[in-house]
């Protein structure tokens, strides 16, 4: 369903990645590698917030930097690093938003709407937590609200951008067990973009390794990719050395 | 439902009720309220200067009141929620400050035919809004951080205030005292023949801030997830900016540069509504603004005996406890965490 096409990512005409091709057809892809490596230019790309520097990004047929806003939206949703401060919303408005897409003018929500809304918040869990504001929840509840939100965007990719990194140890295994439990009784496919490599890798089909030195992205099955190597020659350095063994997760 | 949302437009709806028929009342002559009604009606059996009073000072001034709160309310809710910043407004980020310099330009300067406030100033007070909102924009894609943002803005307002301080030096004296009085804000510059024109542009400028409740709402979590929500961020943008800015020109061109107004209005209805959603926000930030600008119209009108009192004299009083309030118990307002 999403395909990546000769994509070259990068800043006014320079590339930082060499052209990347690949298709994804579900599951979970995490990404991974180095902090300056290029995996946020590569995510604001596929999701057509930032231009290619060439190529396309194809999802169901349609080139994302080719169709109007409203329709990408509906395409793929994302949920991004940051602590979200929201007004005073509660979580329930918050997880309405993402029905904004499909709204009117005035963003209205119909029935269809907020039975959505409902089912989002129930399969991440936080539906008794619907009127609640959400400057009142803890930092983790706070990230499953947003993700609550992409869920009600119902959109068949989710784009997460370092979901995780302020959040704690306890928090971080919850949210990945929540991704698995959204591919596989929702079946989303979800780009996962983390720092979190032993927990993430615990979850994911598909692997995406961006080696800073030969500024390429390695692809592929999670087992064949670890297989490959190129996780030790992007992690390891003289005083650390990455071990696949020490994975053990699951 | 949650009961404080429709009680709060019920609330802000009575104030107005209350307030109006106090404007047309209070005043430097005493006119009973039988004989105010007469006018209204155009019963002619009451004092004929009593009727020119009401319809001629007392209703323009009041319609002016409720309009211009209204206008400037919604001027700060918008900026509000666009710049992600409860501390922005119209005085605060230098849109009063450019509205001013354009209508200086019109009556120090003597472009687009002088002193009289009509068509130039608004044009003048339009243009000078529309440019101070575009630099701030241009500004807000280098300058990320909100509380940088607002002193970029009060910077612009400085440059501004200095632009007008040399005009005002090498003015004409009459110029220099038509200005100054314009200054001061006062909401008995709108005459019956251009009330229609003024209520016009204010209320159509409030109802096309209603189609931004939707992207208001998901600008809420922030420019990314709104970009994500299908929202075309430079569309909306400048959109929401011309609105605003528009708002702000159409009081700032008749009334003056009115602070306060457009800061704290917005944060009355937050607390009052418990909620950020525009759908509620808005409207009960228009009752809001209007029910605070009958209400200063009202206390300017007060000492009667002595005058007018500049409305710049009354809103500071209405305004800065709210802001200082919202100030000191940030920690405890959920729309600041």
Not at chain 2, 97 to 105: D, P, Q, R, T, Y
Not at chain 2, 316 to 326: A, E, R, T
């Amino acid at each position: 369903m999403l395909e990546l096409r000769n994509l070259t990512v990068g800043y006014d005409g320079h590339a930082i990645l060499s052209p990347v091709d690949l298709t994804l057809s579900g599951g979970i892809a995490v990404l991974i590698g180095a902090n300056g490596c290029g995996k946020s230019t590569l995510l604001r790309t596929i999701a057509a917030t930032q231009l290619p520097v060439e190529g396309h990004v194809i999802i169901d047929g349609c080139d994302m930097h080719a169709t109007p806003l409203r329709r990408t939206a509906r395409m793929m949703s994302m949920v991004f690093t940051d602590r979200t401060i929201a007004g005073d919303l509660t979580v329930g408005e918050v997880a309405a938003l993402g029905r904004t897409p499909y709204t009117n003018v005035f963003g209205r929500l119909g029935a269809d709407d907020r039975a959505i809304v409902s089912d989002a918040l129930r399969a991440v869990g936080i539906d008794g937590m619907s009127n609640r504001k959400l400057a009142t929840l803890s930092d983790g509840e706070r990230q499953k609200a947003m993700i609550a939100r992409a869920l009600a965007q119902s959109t068949p990719l989710i784009i997460m951008d370092e979901p995780t990194s302020f959040l704690d140890a306890a928090s971080r295994i919850d949210t990945m067990h929540l991704l698995r439990s959204l591919r596989d009784d929702h079946g989303k496919t979800i780009i996962l973009s983390t720092h979190d490599i032993a927990p993430a890798l615990a979850v994911a089909d598909t692997l995406w390794v961006v080696d800073r030195t030969t500024r390429t992205l390695v692809h592929g099955s999670r087992d064949t990719v670890l297989a490959s190597g190129v996780m030790d020659r992007v992690f390891s350095s003289p005083s650390v050395r990455f071990s696949p063994s020490a994975l053990d997760y699951r | 439902m949650n009961i404080r949302r429709p009680a709060t437009l019920l609330v802000a709806s009575a104030l107005i009720i209350a307030l109006f028929p106090a404007c047309l009342l209070a005043g430097s002559v005493d006119i009973p309220a039988a004989d105010v009604w007469r006018a209204l009606t155009g019963d002619a059996t009451g004092r004929p200067v009593w009727g020119v009073i009401v319809r001629d000072i007392r209703v323009p001034m009041a319609v002016c009141a409720a309009l211009s709160g209204m206008a400037l309310a919604i001027s700060g809710l918008l900026m509000q929620t666009l710049f992600h910043n409860p501390l922005a407004g119209p005085s605060i980020m230098g849109i009063s400050s450019g509205s001013s310099l354009g209508v200086a330009l019109v009556v120090l300067a003597g472009i687009g035919g002088g002193a009289a406030i009509g068509a130039a100033t608004l044009v003048g007070a339009l243009a000078g809004a529309l440019a101070i909102m575009t630099l701030l924009l241009a500004m807000s894609v280098r300058v990320r951080s909100a509380a940088m943002l607002l002193i970029v803005g009060v910077l612009i307002g400085y440059l501004s205030s200095s632009a007008i301080s040399l005009l005002n030096f090498f003015a004409p004296q009459q110029s220099v005292h038509a200005f100054v009085l314009w200054g001061l804000g006062n909401f008995t510059s709108v005459t019956p023949a251009q009330l229609p024109l003024f209520a016009a542009l204010s209320l159509l400028f409030s109802a096309l801030s209603a189609f931004y409740i939707k992207a208001l709402d998901a600008l809420l979590l922030g420019e990314r997830y709104a970009a994500n929500s299908g929202v075309s961020l430079p569309r909306v943008r400048r959109g929401i900016m011309f609105v605003s800015g528009a708002l702000t020109a159409i009081v700032t061109a008749w009334c003056g540069p009115i602070a306060f107004i457009g800061l704290a209005v917005p944060h009355i209805a937050r607390l009052a509504l418990g909620t950020s959603r525009h759908a509620w926000l808005l409207p009960a930030t228009a009752l809001a603004g209007a029910a605070t600008g009958l209400l200063t119209a009202l206390l300017s009108v007060l000492p009667s005996a002595w005058g007018i009192l500049p409305v710049n004299a009354i809103t500071p009083l209405l305004g800065v406890p709210v802001i200082l309030y919202i100030i000191l118990n940030g920690r405890k307002i959920a729309y600041f965490n």
